[in-house]
């Protein structure tokens, strides 16, 4: 805005044109002293009268008026000498910038005036006193006058500024001291820049050009109209009305005391109660609207060169601070200073700003604030002291509502074109200092909650407050309430006022102390990308939401305990209601990983539950166990693992739980899977108990074992398989079924002479089972084997099956025992043969080795079997190799009672090959033959021992010294003899033949 207070001094300037000027010449009548009078003038004639300095003969001022008849020049009983002149209608001219008064007045430090001046008036009276008498046309130091302008009259400068008045006395004295004295209203008015001034109670002036003195009053009330320039503030009054969305184009000035025009000092002075407001019409009276300053003084300081207004400083007294009202924010201050180049207004002496939105209040102190029109905002700098109180919000969580802000600078951002309402507050650390403070915004509520850092900023749309940090410092945020503290720091603290809840983005570093005389003191530990706190401000933390970067930086907790663990993966969830913290995945992690001191569980979705010490997963569940006899891996589609709060590593941070149990469980049509070194096992369910050491596998199916020896992998299946690792023991049962390699019999010697043993492994079948296993290098070999109930033995490259009630491996002898001597009450059984041709060995104890026999070089594979305890063997003689016709005299089949028997079946599946059994009976034989389909004749005897080849046909019956000779009973009759040899003709009739001779076994028994 230019030159908006110097018509006052252009007319200030013309006035003193009018009657000062060093000392006033009168080139006019007079008449000499103590003469008589002159002669008055006609009457109301018209007068043109010029007034020139005497000094340099210029031209003063001109008047152009009608002369009244009252023109008079009078003597004084103190000797002076008084003109006195009355004009009607008329004018005054002054030419401002010519002559040595005008010279005078700029040197005085006058405003930048315009070059003349004129006066319309309807009358005026003009008086001169002379103290001393002189001659004509000399004006002595002591000469006096004045002008009184009774009625209306007007001014017109030639830029167009105009000055009305009612009534105008102006009182000269020749020491150059000149004093304006109006008691009417008085108003000027200026069109370019815009001026409209108007006095109620007239003005009072005072010019001494000898003291440098060139002012103006204006007694209250006083009004001032100024119009602003496009997009300039005047004090920081620059908003568009809230309502109608246009910018006021004037500024009103009032006051209550004397306004000065002061050109001595540049200046306009507003005394006592001022208020400037902006408005959109120059008309008083003005209401003071919502954006306003208030103040008790304000002085308006004026630019000559530019014609403008150079700034203005507002100043409090003694019941009235600065005062700012813009919209809903107010500023108060001992002293505000406005700059009209920078467009800015400062604000110093404890300045206070308080303000509001929908949603907030806040109250804050600064060291000044810095009204900036240009950047629609206002600076504070510090030491700055906030109070925010924030609106409840209706979410679920809700952040505390007090809060302090500290901080050494700040920004108050307005919107544009939406008058003052506050966009954004920021708060910051003093760039200018050397070392920058950090901001601390914290719950007023005993701290409760408090965030540290360089930079913050809220957005007021969005409710959201950002605290960022000053490389290298990162910002932090602490929440602490009775047994519990939260530490974070991340590259930004967020608040969320409106959703409620605090965000920490970007390498968060969290550390959560928690105390209690119960459990003591634990610290866990977060990192992660993206956390997010929410909760209520009367209960605290009631969840927390934390998210990982990417595969590259999962997110970790170090779960401090009871228990402790550490928990890895994309997104984690804790809440405090149910004390249950969920990872699940995230962007590209899709495996989340709970750790312990004894292994690690790893998911697609993780719930660890610390109250009840349990962590529950689901999808893809791998299990990896680490036990002090190998490590071992569990996959399934959902497990539950219980740890032992209890039980923790020695050392080496951080201390981990160990693992209490595991249950782990598959979907429908899927196992869960076990894994170890040589060993995998498949089930429907697996729990395992850490206290005690062991796997169990369970399922509505059976459950397979398998570890794998020098020869290959043995299997073992059954309803419930149970499994200790660090026994190396397996127990099976229900349905129990198994295939064993010899070879994984352990280390014991094989057949003598031969090192070689059998690949073609043992299958069995029982109701329960038990496997001892013992580890040699990377292999696991059998060091004991037990099965009972319905035990079932076969092996596939030999024609037999064994069946029994119980069943041993002993891997020292490479003997398998069916039965137990002295125990069992039911039968063992070698079948051999294909039914119903099968040949049956019935005992309560059979123990059958594998083994192989050299012939030239060859190896045989043939099984040695040992019967003993009430042993029967039934021969079906029918599966014979027949040459031709059968005979009807043929039996089919034999029966051999005995003490014990040794047998001998050859491991050969070739045709035939199962008819080559070979057996020795010891103790107490007797046999009989049978046919149940013909009228076979039957063969029975008895004797010490008895010796059988199945194919050929041969049995032999022997005696011995001690129970004397063998006797054998035939369709023709009874024979005995020591050797009885029954044979098959070739219709396949029996012969015997018989030798009384004792054989050498037996004489050396006897002998003996």
């Not at 047994?483 to 969290?510: H, N």
Request: charged residues 25%; glycine residues 8%; neutral net charge.
């Amino acid at each position: 805005m230019k030159r908006t207070a110097i018509i006052a001094g252009s007319f200030l300037t013309a006035i003193l044109a009018l009657i000062i000027a060093g000392q006033l010449t009168r080139r006019g009548p007079w008449a000499q002293p103590g003469g008589p009078a002159a002669n008055p003038p006609a009457k109301d004639f018209s007068l043109n009268m010029s007034l020139f300095d005497p000094h340099n003969d210029a031209e003063l001022i001109r008047i152009s008026a009608a002369l009244k008849d009252s023109a008079e020049i009078r003597v004084t009983k103190a000797a002076r000498i008084g003109h006195s002149y009355e004009f009607g209608k008329g004018t005054v001219r002054v030419p401002i910038a010519a002559g040595a008064a005008g010279g005078a007045a700029k040197d005085a430090g006058s405003l930048r005036a315009p070059s003349s001046f004129t006066l319309q008036f309807e009358q005026a009276s003009y008086r001169t006193v002379d103290a001393d008498i002189a001659a004509p046309g000399a004006a002595t130091s002591g000469q006096a006058a004045r002008i009184s302008l009774p009625g209306n009259c007007t001014g017109t400068f030639d830029d167009g500024t105009v000055v009305r008045f009612k009534s105008l006395d102006v009182n000269y004295q020749t020491q150059g001291l000149v004093e304006l004295r109006s008691s009417q209203p008085v108003e000027i008015e200026r069109e370019t820049p815009f001026l409209r001034l108007s006095g109620k109670a007239g003005l009072t002036g005072r010019f001494d050009r000898k003291e440098g003195v060139y002012k103006i009053d204006f007694p209250a009330p006083v009004y001032a109209f100024m119009r602003r320039e496009a997009g300039q503030a005047f004090l920081g009054l620059r908003g568009s009305d809230a309502k109608t969305g246009t910018a006021p184009t004037y500024v009103c000035v009032k006051c209550d005391g004397v306004l000065a025009l002061d050109w001595g000092a540049r200046r306009i002075v507003f005394d006592r109660n001022v208020v400037i407001a902006p408005t959109e019409s120059p008309e008083v009276p003005v209401a003071a609207g919502d954006q306003r300053v208030e103040c008790h003084r304000l002085t308006v300081s004026l630019d000559p060169a530019k014609e403008e207004l150079a700034g203005a400083a507002a100043e409090r007294g003694p019941d009235l601070p600065v005062r700012a009202v813009w919209g809903t924010v107010r500023i108060e201050s001992g002293k505000a200073v406005w700059d009209a180049a920078a467009d800015t207004a400062e604000l110093t002496d404890s300045p206070h700003m308080w303000g509001k939105t929908k949603d907030f209040r806040f109250d804050t102190t600064a060291a000044r604030i810095l009204m900036d029109n240009r950047g629609r905002l206002a600076r504070l700098f510090g030491p700055i002291k906030t109070f925010i109180d924030q609106e409840a919000s209706p979410a679920r969580d809700k952040l505390p509502s007090a809060w302090d802000l500290d901080a050494d600078y700040g920004e108050v951002l307005f919107n544009e074109g939406k008058g003052f309402t506050i966009k954004e507050i920021t708060a910051s650390a003093d760039p200018a200092l050397p070392s920058p403070n950090a901001i601390r915004f914290l719950s007023r509520k005993e701290g409760a909650v408090r965030a540290e850092g360089g930079k913050l900023r809220y957005d007021v749309e969005s409710q959201v407050l950002v605290v960022t940090g000053v490389p290298p410092r990162r910002p932090f945020l602490h929440v602490e309430r009775p047994g519990e503290k939260l530490l974070a720091e991340a590259e930004r603290v967020s608040f969320s006022f409106r959703e409620g809840g605090i965000v920490l983005e970007e390498r968060v570093e969290a550390k959560v102390t928690q105390k209690s005389e119960r459990a003591g003191e634990h610290v866990h530990r977060l990192n992660a990308h993206w956390v997010r706190i929410a909760g209520q401000a009367e209960s605290g933390v009631s969840s927390v939401t934390a998210r990982a970067k990417d595969a590259s930086e999962p997110l970790c907790l170090e779960y401090d305990g009871p228990p402790r663990c550490r928990l890895i993966g994309g997104s984690l969830l804790w809440e405090r209601e149910r004390d249950v913290a969920i990872v699940s995945p995230f962007q590209d992690i899709a495996a989340q990983r709970i750790e312990f001191l004894t292994g690690e569980l790893q998911c697609r979705e993780l719930r660890f539950l610390p109250a009840a010490a349990k962590a529950n997963a689901s999808g893809d569940v791998a299990i990896r166990l680490r036990t002090e006899h190998g490590e071992l891996t569990i996959s399934a589609d959902a497990a539950e693992c219980a740890v032992d709060p209890t039980q923790l590593q020695d050392s080496g941070p951080p201390a981990l739980t160990a693992l209490r149990s595991i249950k782990a469980s598959a979907g429908a049509g899927k196992k869960v899977i076990l894994q170890g070194d040589a060993i995998q096992a498949e089930a429907g369910e697996l729990d395992y108990d850490a206290a005690d050491d062991i796997l169990l596998l369970k399922g509505p199916d059976r459950q397979r074992f398998r570890y794998t020896g020098a020869a290959g992998a043995d299997e073992l299946a059954a309803q419930t398989v149970t499994f200790v690792p660090s026994e190396n023991r397996v127990t099976l049962s229900g349905g129990v079924t198994g295939l064993v390699h010899q070879k994984n019999w352990g280390d014991a010697p094989q057949v003598p002479n031969d090192p070689r043993v059998p690949s073609t492994p043992w299958r069995y079948e029982a109701r329960t089972a038990q496997v001892q296993l013992r580890r040699e290098g990377k292999a696991w070999t059998i060091a004991g084997l037990v099965a009972q109930g319905d035990v079932r033995l076969a092996n596939d490259e030999m024609p037999i099956q064994v069946t029994g009630d119980q069943l041993a491996f002993d891997p020292g002898t490479q003997t398998i025992t069916l039965g137990a001597p002295q125990q069992s009450a039911s039968f063992q059984t070698i079948r051999y043969g294909t039914p119903p041709e099968a040949s049956w060995l019935n005992a309560r104890t059979i123990k059958i080795q594998r083994r192989e026999r050299l012939d030239q070089g060859k190896a045989h594979p043939e099984i040695f079997g040992v019967m003993s305890d009430d042993v029967t063997c039934i021969f079906h003689l029918r599966s014979f190799q027949r040459t031709g016709t059968m005979s009807d005299l043929v039996p089919d089949k034999i029966t051999v009672n005995a003490d014990s028997v040794n047998l001998i079946i050859p491991a050969d599946r070739a045709p035939g090959g199962a008819t080559a059994l070979q057996a020795e009976a010891v103790g107490h034989v007797g046999f009989r033959t049978s046919a149940e389909s013909r009228n076979a004749p039957a063969y029975f005897g008895s004797g010490a021992r008895a010796e059988y080849q199945h194919n050929p046909f041969r049995f032999r019956l022997r005696g011995d010294a001690a129970s004397g000779k063998a006797a054998l009973t035939h369709p023709l009759g009874t024979e005995k003899a020591y050797t009885i040899s029954i044979r098959r003709r070739s219709d396949g009739s029996l012969q015997y033949e018989s030798d009384d001779s004792l054989s050498a076994p037996e004489s050396e028994s006897a002998a003996r």
